[in-house]
Structure formats: C-alpha cells, structure tokens
C-alpha cells in the first residue's frame, strides 16, 4: 500500500507565494508519474502541473508562468511552488501518482490541502 502525504497549505494574500509538498510512502513501489491537481466546490477536478513522458512540464493555462512543478525521483516526492496567487487559485490541492509494483500500475491520491487566497 502507497500513501501521498501533502503538506504546504494555508492561507495567504493575493500576490504572495506557497510551496505544497507531496511524499509517497510505502514499500516495494516506484513512482511512474506525480503531479498535482486542484478542485473546488460543484467543479470537475483539474489537472494543474504534471511532466511529460520527455520529462519536460505542462501546466494548466490558468497558472502558466506562476507556478513550477518539481520533483526528486530518489525521494519520490513532488512539490509545487505557487506564486503571485490570486484568489482563483483557492482550493484544494490534490497530489496524484501512478505507480508501479509487482502486481501492476495503480492510480493514487493524496489526502488534499487546502489553499485559500484572500485579503
């Protein structure tokens, strides 16, 4: 079994920046793929960062040149550094990871954390 911890939620004012953290934890695994989504109340959830199959990244439109994905593959983490938020970006942030074991790829999901842009 895999868990993805997140971390690096909270509050901040419009303009200001927030690193989310994201660790896969488990036994026997390695991470095919993590990236991060967002969803808020009555909405689909949204894919905001992820990389490609080249290892290049891919944002969604709305946080282009605001926000990076990072990740450390011996580590199995992925981060997410947030700047220049607005309060469009308020929601919850979700860590997603494909992973592979013996038994095959399985899709996971972070608990979520709550980001809130306000004055």
């Known amino acids: 079994q895999v868990q993805l911890v997140e971390s690096g939620g909270g509050l901040v004012q419009p303009g200001g920046s927030l690193r989310l953290s994201c660790a896969a934890s488990?036994?026997?695994?390695?991470?095919?793929?993590m990236d991060w989504y967002r969803q808020t109340p009555g909405k689909q959830r949204e894919l905001v960062a992820t990389?490609?199959?080249?290892?290049?990244?891919n944002y969604a439109d709305s946080v282009k040149g605001r926000f990076t994905i990072s990740r450390d593959n011996a580590k199995n983490t992925v981060s997410l550094q947030m700047s220049s938020l607005e309060p469009e970006d308020t929601a919850v942030y979700y860590c997603?990871?494909?992973?592979?074991?013996?038994?095959?790829?399985?899709?996971?999901w972070g608990q979520g954390t709550q980001v809130t842009v306000s004055s």
């Open positions: 997603h990871a494909i992973v592979h074991n013996r038994n095959g790829d399985y899709q996971y």
């Open positions: 488990g036994s026997g695994f390695s991470t095919n793929s």
């Open positions: 990389f490609t199959t080249g290892g290049s990244t």
